[in-house]
Nanobody
């Protein structure tokens, strides 16, 4: 299974933008759907966005729609999360994740999908 490393987090003012990156160590990750999750202090980890194995389909939580864009470049073993119009409530540790089973269609109930996780990158949005 691919190992995942997130980068691109940091401190930004409200209304600003950040682009998170997730690097996979294994080229076979192109067969697996992937996603971004986040965990704020004192809260459970929550879903943000996911993208199908071939990049053709995406799905977002309501709070991310219209502000965040998930994408991937299978040739580079990379996944991205472009975050615009950031709000203080977006402050969290952001994790990338890759499915353990290939070719899952995204957009349905993915709560119980088995995944491998990165270590996370901190995003802090100041007001």
């Amino acid at each position: 299974q691919a190992q995942l490393v997130e980068s691109g987090g940091g401190l930004v003012q409200a209304g600003g933008s950040l682009r998170l990156s997730c690097t996979a160590s294994d080229g076979s990750f192109s067969r697996f759907s992937m996603g971004w999750f986040r965990q704020a202090p004192g809260k459970d980890r929550e879903f943000v966005a996911e993208i199908s194995w071939n990049g053709r389909n995406t799905f977002y939580t309501n709070s991310a729609k219209g502000r965040f864009t998930i994408s991937r470049d299978n040739a580079k073993n990379m996944m991205y999360l472009q975050m615009n119009d950031l709000k203080p409530e977006d402050t969290a540790v952001y994790f990338c994740a890759v499915d353990r089973l290939p070719f899952r269609a995204v957009g349905g109930n993915s709560k119980n999908v088995a995944r491998n996780w990165g270590q996370g990158t901190q995003v802090t949005v100041s007001s």
